[in-house]
């Protein structure tokens, strides 16, 4: 089986969670099978080999589970994308629009060096909206979106067009 069709078989579809009309991807069972983490970090190492990446950005919170274990697997440093007030030490903040509302995240200001280039990692693409914000705080501290990698991406929602003005590197496992 592919890891595509493997993520399939345990990827649990919630229906009108966390609001009425959204079907939430539960990524939770792949969690508890530790042979399908290591798949999952494997076939990332695999899709990204040779590519020229300094840093792994997690986007909190679930952008933190295979963004901690990927970082490890390429021995590159991983740095928290976290929601405001989350973070200790100074940062600097990108606020974007939810469907209702809006939502800030933030970065530490001595994340990465100028001129890093930056892999910005999530759970999930949905309409892009957090990994275009993401984007913004990696370039305002002067570094470079090296590309993105999710374990799913919801291509009926078309956002990946929204992502390719910083990078056109999009490498996601599970396509819907
Ligand atoms: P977006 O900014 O619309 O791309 O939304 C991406 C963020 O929201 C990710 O951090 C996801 O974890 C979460 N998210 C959005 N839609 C879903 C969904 N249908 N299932 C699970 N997580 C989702």
């Known amino acids: 089986m592919t890891i595509e069709e493997q993520l399939k078989e345990v990827i649990r579809d919630i229906v009108d969670f966390p609001q009425p009309g959204i079907v939430f991807k539960d990524i939770t069972p792949i969690l508890k099978d530790p042979e399908l983490c290591t798949a999952v970090v494997e076939?990332?190492?695999?899709?990204?080999?040779g590519?020229?990446?300094?840093v792994i950005a997690g986007i909190e919170s679930r952008g933190f589970l295979f963004g901690l274990m990927l970082a490890n697997r390429l021995s590159l440093p991983f740095v928290p994308i976290r929601?405001?007030?989350?973070?200790?030490?100074?940062?600097?903040?990108?606020?974007?629009?939810l469907?209702?509302?809006?939502?800030?995240?933030?970065?530490?200001e001595d994340a990465f060096a100028p001129g890093a280039r930056v892999l910005l990692h999530d759970d999930l693409l949905a309409t892009g909206g957090t990994v275009v914000a993401a984007s913004k705080l990696v370039e305002k501290l002067g570094g470079i979106v090296a590309g993105y990698s999710f374990v799913i991406s919801l291509d009926f929602l078309n956002s990946r067009g929204r992502l390719t003005r910083f990078s056109e590197n999009i490498v996601s496992l599970v396509g819907y």
């Open 43 to 49: 076939a990332f190492a695999e899709r990204l080999q």
């Open 99 to 108: 469907e209702y509302g809006q939502a800030t995240i933030e970065v530490h």
């Open 83 to 97: 929601k405001q007030g989350k973070l200790p030490f100074k940062t600097i903040a990108e606020s974007y629009k």
């Open 51 to 54: 590519q020229d990446i300094d």
